[in-house]
């Protein structure tokens, strides 16, 4: 089992920045591809980036690409998603992930097998 907890959130400006951290549990965390989801209120979830093991590899949304960077330090059990030149469209519950197998950079909610409890991103205009 793996408990993700993030953190990070907060209100911010629009073209401000904020940086989430996402902490996992457990001495594995190396062999978990990683990933950020998010949730807008009446909205489904939706990918934003994704990372694999070593963090050699990520892959970013359209909608965020260019604007946000996922980066991990697995001596430290835990991911990061830098997000600068903020939108009121990213405002969001922002959800880590992680995925027991593979090495690869995943992009669908029902690939991840750990989810985080979530941390609120709001962003002012």
């Known amino acids: 089992q793996v408990h993700l907890v993030e953190s990070g959130g907060g209100l911010v400006q629009a073209g401000g920045s904020l940086r989430l951290s996402c902490a996992a549990s457990g001495r594995t965390f190396s062999r978990f591809p990683m990933g950020w989801f998010r949730q807008a209120p009446g909205k489904e979830r939706e990918f934003v980036c994704a990372?694999?093991?070593?963090?050699?590899?990520?892959y970013y949304a359209n909608s965020v690409k260019g604007r946000f960077t996922i980066s991990r330090e697995n001596a430290k059990n835990t991911v990061y998603l830098q997000m600068n030149s903020l939108k009121p469209e990213d405002t969001a519950d922002y959800y880590c992930?992680?995925?027991?197998?593979?090495?690869?950079?995943?992009?669908?909610?029902?690939?991840?097998?750990?989810w985080g409890q979530g941390t609120q991103v709001t962003v002012s205009s």
């Open positions: 990372i694999n093991r070593s963090g050699g590899s990520t």
């Open positions: 992930a992680a995925r027991r197998s593979g090495d690869y950079t995943y992009s669908a909610p029902y690939e991840y097998d750990y």
